[in-house]
Nanobody
Framework: QVQLVEAGGGLVQTGGSLRLSCAAS????????MAWFRQVPGKEREFVAV????????GHADSMKGRFTNSRDDAKKTVYLQMNSLKPEDTAVYYC????????????????WGQGTQVTVSS
């Protein structure tokens, strides 16, 4: 089993920044792909960013490129999502997820999920 705990959400004004973190424990390791999704009520979970094992590949959804950066610290079993130039449309619950092996943008392929952290961007 793998446990994921997100932190760092909150309320920020438009143009502000937040850094989310996701700490993993259990049967996980540097080879696991780590990803971020977000969800607003009534909508499907949306891909945000991904980083593969040992940081070999990173990717972001088009609307977040240039604003969001993800990284990982395998020694701490933690991934980070740095979010800059935040917009009201970034308001959502952000979830961390992981799977052994390769990456994808569909939430259905991921095995383990955190409880989520709320990000609210005021206009």
């Amino acid at each position: 089993q793998v446990q994921l705990v997100e932190a760092g959400g909150g309320l920020v004004q438009t143009g502000g920044s937040l850094r989310l973190s996701c700490a993993a424990s259990g049967r996980t390791g540097s080879s696991y792909t780590m990803a971020w999704f977000r969800q607003v009520p009534g909508k499907e979970r949306e891909f945000v960013a991904v980083i593969t094992g040992s940081g070999g590949i990173t990717g972001h959804a088009d609307s977040m490129k240039g604003r969001f950066t993800n990284s990982r610290d395998d020694a701490k079993k933690t991934v980070y999502l740095q979010m800059n130039s935040l917009k009201p449309e970034d308001t959502a619950v952000y979830y961390c997820t992981t799977r052994p092996g390769g990456w994808g943008t569909s939430p259905g392929i991921y095995s383990y999920w955190g409880q989520g952290t709320q990000v609210t961007v005021s206009s």
